[in-house]
């Protein structure tokens, strides 16, 4: 019997001891690693939207008057507390600092803009909160400012 030819069995095996490396070296990828682009892709859709309503503040009142209509806000302080948001914490998710409350105003302004003014773009939505949820239950990651004053915080109270 030629011992080079395996048998489908033998294979079998070696391509599922194949997948589970796979799986251990990918749960081993750092949680920092993966929050970096979670950060960086939520920062730059609401910094983008931000820099947009500044571009042409006419029209971005018009947008609210008529189209936006957030409930129990005027369209004007919509528009403003509007721009606030997306021209502020993109800068803090990029940083990572406060980057908990920062996700949670922007999962809070995400579902404002699902119920009240685009329910139908939901898929979009969807991704947003799901990125957001990740930050507001795990944090920045170790590549954060607020990973770089907790470490300090916690050394200052140690001595």
Not at 66 to 73: G, I, R, S, T
């Amino acid at each position: 019997m030629n011992s080079s030819v395996s048998s489908p069995a033998s294979a079998g095996g070696g391509i599922v001891r194949a997948i589970e490396r796979l799986v251990h070296w990918l749960e081993r990828v750092p949680y920092s690693l993966l929050a970096l682009p979670l950060r960086l892709a939520v920062a730059t859709v609401f910094w983008n939207s931000g820099t947009t309503k500044l571009a042409n503040w006419d029209a971005t009142l018009q947008l609210f008057e008529d189209e936006y209509k957030v409930p129990l806000l005027p369209p004007d302080i919509a528009a403003h507390l509007g721009a606030a948001i997306e021209l502020t914490t993109p800068v803090l998710l990029v940083l990572g600092f406060l980057t908990r409350p920062a996700a949670l105003v922007l999962l809070g302004m995400t579902t404002v803009i699902e119920v009240f003014v685009y329910p139908q773009a939901w898929p979009t939505h969807i991704q947003w909160a799901a990125m957001l949820l990740v930050l507001l239950c795990r944090g920045a990651g170790t590549v954060s400012v607020d990973y770089w004053l907790r470490r300090r915080w916690l050394s200052a109270d140690s001595r």
